[in-house]
């Protein structure tokens, strides 16, 4: 029962809410009204960042769910104090409107000449033999931009949609750039807002990258006490004495008597000839002197990085662990992540396809900026508007929810460089204690404590000078998740074993929790409510048991990117009354073969339905009477089929098959927490009856806001998972 004090607290609240909301509609309204006078875009509000509702500093409609209500208030300060507006998911279709004319007036619908510079930006950059983003958004492919607009600061184009070299990936994003070469051309009345762009080397073997690298690692180990902790000694097997400056280096075998050597390691993408590497009958050959200029092309850059910055040994997989020796190999590799966390420096050839590819060199000709001519009116002087795509990287883990700002949950970053797709080298950059990445855009370095990158910080850096915002650990590593099922895995059975060295390093694993096939015991029902990336429910997602035998209830049982929606102000309503996994191997991070979970729970059954018209699964359940309650889309683990044995019971569809006969199928619906939601407040998955042990459920989906109707037709039992 409410106390006074709820009902005043809830009281308080709803006048906020409507406070701020009428506030924000007046604001709105007012914009909206004398636009047209004023002469302000309603679309791109004339690429500034003044006199919209949504600048910061100003009240905000309290619905929208924006990240600056979670950044610290000294951070929203430091937005609100510089000018700054970020406006979200504009269709593509309003932008076209400045070209498209209008067969009254003979005179564009929108006659914006800013929106008409976004068009011929993206017609720059979005319009190949693959692709236009104009014959896109006429057949109403739903291609989005978000424009990040800050005084003094480069311009941001959000651009979502716009490519498909994804496929795991719902809404891949990339970004756009748009700045200046000189800050008087701001000044120029008109003028959009962007900023004086960052230099970026034409060639990242000149002078001046050498020079970003070395003070960012000198910084690093200078100023950053939290890089530089003391750590158990722990050096690999074998490393490249890489110490002089010939044309030979050669293969160290560590000694339990050696110091902490400070060595470097290479993250490379495997592939393209390999005509050197470690074998038993070379292995005394590589101690006395491994010829350089036998390396492929990717090895020797590294050597070239290593020795430019001092360091002189470097680890390379291939080099350094014996590949024709099955017990070196499975010995070397329980250790990767000790190899690449205990690095001084790891290398991150990002932009290199395999070690035939330099990562030295020439940057990509597609992320060269281009050049676009702009006369703002009313001075009639024309200024060099120039662009250039966007380098996307993962940022420190405990900025993940805040950097880059203003990033919908769905938005995934679209990272252009053929490492970042690798799921094994994922890893690799996580464990790091300092990395140096060369991509095809720019050259960045992260460690634990900031990232850099040689075109200047982010248009839109987090300065607080205190803490950031803490993120809980099972936050931190459902986002871990995310970003890793987004990426390539040559063979599904390492789907456990290539994220296996981040598990063992985690806070988790520190506080003794246990680890079940990519979940953890602590936090283990809201970890089961993962969900694939929309947009595959007529795909077979389902790993074949030969290929990986993850139990249905862990997202490694799909070869999909999955995701997590954001529950505040949650009520658990099962209970976990046991919980098994059966790990294949000596590592208890990695493979599993199955798992079982029990729990305490309400139960009840429902019915699937497939829409074809919209390729999307629906629930619903059949009432006492009959009679049929509403549809509820879910998120369905892909295809979905009938079971073989003829009953109607759904199970995930594998490689090869349809969706049968169209008929609905019979699933279960287990309830795991409420939230607040008005009346469609239950979360939860669904279920199917196991075809392999009996007794027990196998999962086929996860669905949101279900009514307090289907929770009350359910029954509170043990319900087994597996």
């Known amino acids: 029962m409410q106390t006074a004090r709820d009902i005043a607290s809830n009281a308080f609240q709803i006048a906020r809410f409507a406070t701020h909301a009428t506030i924000w509609a007046s604001n709105s309204t007012f914009r909206y009204l004398t636009s047209g006078y004023r002469g302000v875009c309603r679309v791109c509000n004339n690429l500034q960042p003044h006199g919209h509702e949504d600048t910061f500093g100003r009240t905000r409609a309290p619905w929208h769910d924006n990240t600056r209500t979670r950044l610290s208030e000294e951070v929203a300060g430091d937005l609100a104090a510089t000018p700054s507006l970020y406006i979200p998911d504009i269709p593509t279709q309003k932008i076209l409107e400045s070209r498209d004319v209008d067969a009254k007036t003979g005179r564009p619908i929108n006659d914006c000449p800013y929106c008409r510079l976004l068009c011929n930006i993206f017609d720059a950059f979005f319009a190949d033999r693959w692709m236009n983003w104009v014959t896109e958004t006429r057949n109403g492919m739903g291609l989005t931009v978000g424009l990040m607009i800050r005084e003094g600061r480069p311009l941001v184009i959000n651009c979502v949609r716009f490519t498909y070299e994804v496929p795991?990936?719902?809404?891949?994003?990339?970004?756009?750039?748009?700045?200046?070469?000189?800050?008087?051309?701001?000044?120029?009345?008109?003028?959009?807002?962007?900023?004086?762009?960052?230099?970026?080397?034409?060639?990242?073997r000149d002078e001046q990258s050498a020079?970003?690298?070395?003070?960012c690692v000198k910084q690093c180990v200078e100023e950053h006490p939290e890089c530089n902790e003391p750590l158990a000694v722990f050096n690999p097997t074998r490393l490249l004495d890489i110490g002089g400056l010939n044309d030979v280096i050669c293969l160290y075998e560590t000694k339990e008597t050696d110091p902490q050597l400070q060595y470097a390691a290479l993250s490379h993408c495997w592939g393209g000839s390999q005509p050197m590497k470690l074998l038993t009958e070379n292995q005394q050959d590589f101690k006395i002197s491994i010829p350089v200029e036998k390396l492929p092309p990717t090895f020797r850059d590294a050597i070239a990085v290593s020795r430019e910055l001092s360091i002189r040994y470097l680890w390379i997989d291939s080099l350094c662990i014996i590949q024709n020796y099955p017990l070196d190999w499975d010995r070397e590799a329980a250790q990767m992540g000790q190899v690449y966390s205990f690095a001084f420096l790891v290398i991150s050839a990002a932009s290199s396809a395999n070690a035939s590819t330099h990562f030295l060199g020439p940057r990509d000709e597609s992320m060269l900026p281009k050049s676009f001519p702009f006369t703002p009116l009313p001075s009639n002087t024309t200024i060099p508007i120039l662009a250039r795509r966007r380098h996307l990287l993962a940022v420190p883990m405990e900025q993940g929810l805040y950097e880059p700002p203003f990033t919908s949950p769905w938005a995934s970053l679209k990272r252009p460089d053929p490492l970042f797709t690798r799921a094994w080298c994922f890893q690799e950059s996580h464990l790091a204690t300092r990395i140096l990445h060369f991509t095809s855009a720019s050259t960045l370095f992260e460690c634990r404590t900031h990232r850099r990158s040689e075109d200047a910080l982010p248009p839109y850096p987090l300065l607080s000078r205190g803490p950031l915002p803490v993120v809980p650990d099972e936050l931190q590593w459902r986002m871990l998740v995310k970003s890793y099922t987004s990426r390539q895995l040559t063979f599904p059975s390492d789907k456990l074993v290539a994220i296996s060295g981040i598990a063992a390093k985690s806070p988790q694993a520190s506080r003794g929790a246990r680890y079940l096939a990519g979940l953890w015991d602590e936090s283990l029902l809201?970890?089961?409510?993962?969900?694939?990336?929309?947009?595959?429910?007529?795909?077979?997602?389902?790993?074949?048991?030969?290929?990986?035998?993850?139990?249905?209830w862990s997202w490694a049982s799909i070869n999909r990117g999955v995701t997590y929606d954001a529950l505040h102000d949650f009520t658990l309503l099962a209970e976990v009354l046991s919980v098994e996994t059966n790990v294949s191997g000596v590592n208890p991070y990695g493979s599993v073969l199955g798992g079982t979970i029990?729990?305490?729970?309400?139960?009840?059954?429902?019915?699937?339905?497939?829409?074809?018209?919209?390729?999307q699964h629906r629930a619903y359940v059949v009432k006492e009477d009959g009679s049929r309650s509403a549809e509820q889309h879910f998120i369905s683990d892909g295809l979905l089929v009938a079971q073989s044995d003829g009953s109607r019971f759904a199970k995930r569809g594998q490689k090869g098959q349809g969706w049968g006969d169209g008929q609905d199928l019979d699933a279960a619906f287990v309830c795991i927490a409420k939230t607040p939601w008005v009346h469609m407040d239950f979360v939860g998955l669904l279920v199917s009856p196991s075809r392999d042990v009996k007794g027990a459920l196998e999962r086929v989906g996860h669905i949101t806001k279900v009514t307090k109707e289907w929770f009350e037709s359910g029954v509170e039992q043990e319900v087994t998972l597996v």
């Open 526 to 552: 809201l970890d089961l409510l993962w969900q694939p990336m929309p947009g595959a429910s007529k795909e077979p997602l389902a790993y074949d048991a030969a290929e990986q035998a993850a139990p249905s």
């Open 211 to 215: 020079r970003f690298l070395f003070d």
């Open 168 to 204: 795991v990936v719902m809404y891949p994003r990339v970004d756009v750039e748009v700045y200046i070469d000189d800050a008087l051309e701001t000044k120029i009345p008109g003028a959009p807002c962007v900023g004086v762009g960052g230099r970026r080397a034409l060639d990242n």
């Open 598 to 615: 029990v729990l305490r729970a309400r139960l009840g059954r429902c019915k699937i339905a497939w829409k074809a018209e919209v390729s």
